[in-house]
């Protein structure tokens, strides 16, 4: 069963011998919904609920704000080793119950075990320590006397309370990304995580009460209604959402109102750009690990390959052999490579770019739905689409890898710029020249040459145009979450 947490150690209740109620994490106590409300939580392996969790209201929001508000006079006033102390232990005590959170996270997305474990629990850890010692790292411009008379200096400070919406791609990764940050550089948190993926982020704020001050950290479910009333509530002077480009948007005009700071990363269209120097098979078996990681459903996944027409054959016939042999499974399968997709609404908007393909292209492998139980979709590959068909403009975020000809490294570049997306994109050739010429060409955030998808908790993350804005990870995404005040003093 999966578990999350209803006392601040982590722990399910069951208000009934039917399924458990989780309960949000507010001033470092669990608390139901004011007016009760609930929404099943559905396993996406087979499509049924098994567990309900709090849809919150906007007076649940606003006693969330006023618990980070309390929590952030406290944590504002801690010394950096102080915060790097209690992440540090956030970081054990997460480690210690990482088997149990990894089944949670599987159950709330369906995603085998093996992966989980091995590329998003031992990331998720390395982060929570990245943060915690960068909480003891921030740079400053040395004091100086710049008017005579006068010395001046700069502070870098805590920004207040932060309002954070996380998606149902990867929960628990998320909430770390969000989180960890803010409260590393002495702020307080208001979270939401997606109403289809509650449970890891309840269990990992259930266990930060054990660490931080009351308040610090607050966790509230619910829908899209709660997100908004998270968002424009007065209290969060920075709001930060990983979403859709259409939230991010949404997020954005909201925030405005109250001239809030805006952190976005949000939709993505990785153009994969595979040169003919390459060897073939060995390139298309790695693309597609890429492309299918998560069953597609990642911003950044390696969904939209370019490929010089010399090999575009060869090519093709190799990524549609390695998709074959990509296995499709629950977290009971060990030999799964990824499992369903996350929900019904992300099932039919799959299936709907795969009906509408077009009749100038080809479906060359996969395309279909597995059983009639669950979001299981085969690994597909999508041949003859031209650069205006809406699976080359538009984030499928599903298990699906385009492959589109180029003649020349001008055209490569041309193709895949022509998008809205900025967030990420990737470099295959055996030409190093080639390979500096077209990092700096390619108008993204982030530029894998020879590889695909790998993120280390000191490089930042985010991207341009319609993938928004700020960074996460890294030194930069910590100081996302701080703000700049000049002081000066007069001498004598």
């Not at 693309?287 to 370019?306: E, K, M």
Request: aromatic letters at 6%.
């Amino acid at each position: 069963m999966c578990q999350g947490p209803s006392t601040p150690t982590g722990e399910v209740r069951s208000v009934s011998a039917a399924l458990p109620v989780l309960q949000n994490v507010v001033g470092g106590s669990l608390v139901d919904p004011a007016d009760g409300r609930t929404s099943p939580v559905l396993d996406p392996c087979t499509g049924e609920a098994y567990a309900h969790a709090p849809v919150s209201s906007a007076a649940d929001v606003a006693a969330a704000m006023e618990a980070a508000a309390a929590g952030f006079e406290v944590w504002r006033d801690t010394t950096p080793a102080e915060r790097q102390r209690a992440l540090l232990r956030l970081a054990d005590a997460v480690e210690a119950r990482a088997e149990e959170i990894v089944a949670a996270e599987c159950r709330d997305t369906g995603k085998p075990v093996g992966p989980t474990r091995t590329e998003e629990m031992a990331p998720l850890l390395d982060e929570l320590r990245f943060f915690a010692g960068a909480a003891r790292m921030l740079e400053g411009r040395s004091a100086g006397e710049y008017l005579r008379g006068h010395t001046s200096w700069v502070r870098r400070e805590p920004i207040g309370v932060c309002a954070q919406v996380t998606p149902w791609n990867y929960p628990m990764v998320m909430a770390v990304w969000k989180f960890a940050p803010a409260v590393a550089a002495g702020n307080s948190v208001v979270l939401k995580p997606s109403e289809t993926t509650p449970v890891t982020t309840l269990m990992l704020a259930g266990i930060a009460a054990e660490f931080l001050p009351p308040g610090v950290l607050n966790v509230v479910c619910g829908d899209r209604d709660t997100g908004r009333a998270l968002v424009a509530h007065p209290a969060p002077q920075l709001v930060s959402i990983t979403g859709s480009t259409r939230a991010g948007m949404e997020v954005a005009a909201s925030a405005a109102a109250g001239l809030k700071k805006v952190h976005l990363e949000l939709g993505g269209k990785a153009p994969v750009v595979v040169f003919d120097d390459v060897d073939v098979e060995q390139t298309a078996r790695a693309i597609a690990a890429a492309g299918y990681f998560n069953a597609g459903q990642d911003c950044t996944a390696a969904t939209r390959v370019l490929v010089h027409g010399r090999i575009a054959a060869d090519f093709t016939a190799a990524l549609a052999a390695a998709a074959k042999a990509t296995t499709v499974g629950g977290p009971d399968d060990p030999g799964a490579d990824f499992g369903p997709v996350n929900n019904e609404a992300q099932l039919a908007r799959v299936r709907g770019f795969l009906d509408r393909t077009p009749g100038h292209a080809e479906i060359v492998t996969g395309g279909r739905r597995i059983g009639e139980r669950g979001y299981f979709v085969e690994p597909t590959v999508v041949a003859g689409l031209r650069q205006h068909d809406e699976m080359i403009q538009d984030e499928i975020f599903g298990p699906v890898v385009t492959v589109q000809p180029f003649d020349d490294e001008d055209a490569a570049v041309r193709f895949a710029n022509d998008v809205r997306y900025g967030l990420s994109a990737s470099v295959w050739t055996r030409d190093h020249a080639r390979a500096l010429r077209l990092s700096r060409r390619l108008d993204f955030g982030a530029v894998w040459i020879n590889t695909h998808l790998p993120f280390v908790s000191e490089m930042p993350h985010g991207g341009f145009g319609h993938s928004g804005h700020g960074k996460d990870l890294s030194i930069y995404g910590f100081e996302e979450y701080t703000r700049i005040k000049h002081v000066m003093s007069r001498l004598g």
